[in-house]
């Protein structure tokens, strides 16, 4: 009995939706009959029922079936389903002309009549339904009006429109005005929201519709133009949200309809890349890959790209435990198919290697496994060697050694012109990448990029936490400044280089324009609602042990040539001389062996002759403070 009545609620609605459109087929054939006739027949005029009003009901029905009409729903009518009403109108005529060719071959038909009937029907059919839909609307304006936040909404444009409806659906927000640029929009409405005037005004325009919440409703705007929106915002003193990027939702980063916090990466000045994905996919569709590191910030977004993009298995090397566990769960829940094979272990341990290497049979390894903070590296020099560059040869001579197709070494800026531990090490490792690639193996490739906002351990969750903490933002000096990547958008090149590598190659990515830190602790103060200097103090420390005011992208020695990608440069690689790179590891290993940091950083500069340490800061480094207000505010 139960299911019989859940079965009746279910079709019941649909049976009167057909029964309702057949209805409207009948009226709209007779009402067209009865004018065209009126003049010419007697009363009662055309019949109200004969074999012709049968055939004109059961064609037109089968062709509203085909055409999908009753997959829709009245409530969320809109103008792609009115074009399939129309469209199933004018085959529905097809079929009607058919049926009644074969019958009586039109005898009696006006064809004024059929040449009408379309465009009557589609407005007989859809009326119905957009009343409906408003009706409906208007319903859950009404019902949320006194409970939903008022909302005001700067671009009416098609992102504005779109946002507006989905607040309206949502009930928890009241649309009450929007804001936009363009003078020909101000004075007209949207789903009869009225654009009350430009961007500039929001702070006038809040306070007179009692604006809660802003919502920034322009996802394809510039850095330079979004930093001037958020500072509108700012100036109202309401909180404001964001309507997230298209890509970030094809990403899977963001979902439709959400509103979110504006990001840094928003207000740096950098556009998003996009890969080539035909050819990322190509090379990745079916394959198996080895990450290290692979529940790190750059590890574990590698492997959600290569789930992304048609990777079949994915084997994952991980010392950390907890990291391990969080991304092996996470590939799991995201993608039921794919095959994850997690490993603990140190990439340095030849047994461990030898194994996900037997296990896996990868087709390409990402060794993104390496120790990365640069002051704490500059005290840690025997474990920076042994992670970044003997666990780096263990691994590459054994995936030479097992007929690894490709090994991806993922590297950083800092490699040029070394003048820090991290950068020596991540040198000398791609010597040894280098050096091992025999042009008849094992293609070896090498990446290079700079920073990558909110890794771990990166400024951006450093400066969040001091922000949350109510200040100071140190900085290091007022002049430093480095190139900064999202962590998706350098997974992405680095996978799009992989893709495209030839054999011994150093690849490096475009990082744009670099980025004075002092100007990101500003802007991240300003997002969090407070003002630089005055809410929260910024602090300038000294330049750190390792740390240089500006980075460099390129060596001079290594000649640099465009590649099928705009962003993606690739590099000559240097001269290296085997005999002189082997002996300075087999000194490496037994100093390691001895802990004898005196000889390591004596081999690493013998081995690596533009390797130039910086001294370490002075201990009374002048520090430059903004006084910040004694009573902070919390909002």
Known sequence: MTSWRTYMAAWLPRFAIVAHDLCMVWICWQALHQWRYAAILPPPGYPLWSTETAIVLVAQGLVFWRVGLYRGVWRFASVPDLWNIFKACLLGLLAIVLGLALYNHLEMQSRLVLVLYPFALAGLLGLPRLFYRAWKDSQYASFNNNTAMPVLIL???????????????????????????????????????????????????????AARLLVIAMPSLDAPAMQRVVAICESTGLPFRTVPRLVDVLEGRSLPGELKEVAIEDLLGRKPVTPDWKLIRGWLGGRTVLVTGAGGSIGSELCRQCARHGAQRIALMEVDELALITIHAELHRAFPDLEVLPLLGNCGDPAAVAHVLRVAEPDAVFHAAAYKQVPLLEQQ??????????????????????????????????????????????RLAEMICQNLDDRQSTRFVTVRFGNVLDSAGSVVPLFREQIRQGGPVTVTDPEVTRYFMTIPEASQLIVQAA???????????????????????????????????????????????????HETLFHADELYRPTSHSKILEARAREVHPEILAKALLLLKAAVDNYDNEEISRVLRAAIPEFNPLVAADAGATIVQFPAREARSTR
């Open 155 to 209: 671009g009416a444009g098609r992102a504005g429109e779109t946002l507006l409806r989905d607040l309206r659906r949502s009930g928890a927000y009241r649309p009450v005005g929007l804001l936009d640029d363009a003078v020909g929009m101000i004075g007209t409405k949207l789903h009869g929201v009225p654009v009350l005037g430009k961007l500039e005004e929001a702070a006038v325009i809040a306070k007179e519709t």
């Open 381 to 426: 020099l025997r474990e920076a060697v042994r992670n970044n560059v003997l666990a780096t040869e263990v691994l590459a001579r054994a995936c030479r050694a097992a007929g690894v197709p490709s090994f991806v070494f993922i590297s950083t800026d800092k490699a040029v012109d070394p003048v820090n531990v991290l950068g020596a090490t991540k």
């Open 499 to 549: 893709a495209s590598a030839a054999h011994s190659s150093i690849y490096t990515l475009d990082m744009g324009e670099p980025v004075p830190i002092r100007l990101l602790a500003e802007q991240m103060i300003r997002l969090a609602g407070k003002q630089p200097g005055k809410d929260i103090a910024i602090s300038y420390t000294g330049l750190r042990p390792g740390e240089k005011l």
